[in-house]
């Protein structure tokens, strides 16, 4: 790291309307308010990030019409990961079970999980907290409830009701730094 001291560094107070000092005491960031959201769309990116380099998820049961030991539990296991655990198997290798094995789906898919709703619903929380109409950066959420003909008007609504009013806030700053 780069050592910075606190002279070289602007640090800018956003209003908190329950500060016992009257605003001269350190308001949240705007992302504070949209921290969960954050974390839940983190999370479910690093879940598809792994599912995807190793496409494991209990997602179903194996069974069969004979007793196995536990060597030939783990052999089975082991090869069928093997076989189709990523998702670079999911359309070259077709299951096959034999001696009666069945295959019974446990897991929930993709659409199950509603990720398109989780995601477009992550986007709309913290663009709301940073008050931007979802169209202005191209969000699912914008693209499926406006069109670009409204496009100018959320361009110019997000700069006068936003950016000028967070902008003066800074001002004092950005003239001393």
């Given at each position: 790291g780069i050592p910075m001291l606190p002279e070289d560094v602007m640090h800018v107070k956003f209003p908190d309307p329950s500060d016992p000092l009257d605003g001269l005491g350190y308001g949240l960031s705007r992302l504070a308010a949209a921290g969960?959201?954050?974390?839940?769309?983190?999370?479910?990116t690093e879940f598809l990030n792994i599912f995807f380099k190793t496409g494991v998820i209990p997602a179903g049961i194996l069974s069969f019409d004979r007793d196995?030991?536990?060597p030939i539990i783990a052999r089975t296991r082991e090869r069928w990961k093997e076989i189709y655990g990523s998702y670079k198997n999911w359309s070259s290798e077709i299951a096959i079970l034999e001696r009666g094995g069945k295959y019974q789906q446990i897991g929930m898919t993709f659409r199950d999980m509603g990720f398109a709703d989780l995601d477009e619903r992550n986007e709309t929380r913290i663009l709301s907290a940073l008050r931007v109409p979802p169209i202005l950066i191209s969000s699912r959420a914008g693209l499926l409830r406006a069109t670009y003909a409204v496009y100018e008007t959320a361009r110019k609504a997000f700069w006068e009701d936003t950016m000028v009013s967070e902008l003066m806030l800074h001002q004092?700053?950005?003239q001393y730094y």
């Open positions: 969960q959201s954050i974390d839940v769309d983190n999370m479910v196995m030991s536990d004092d700053e950005y």
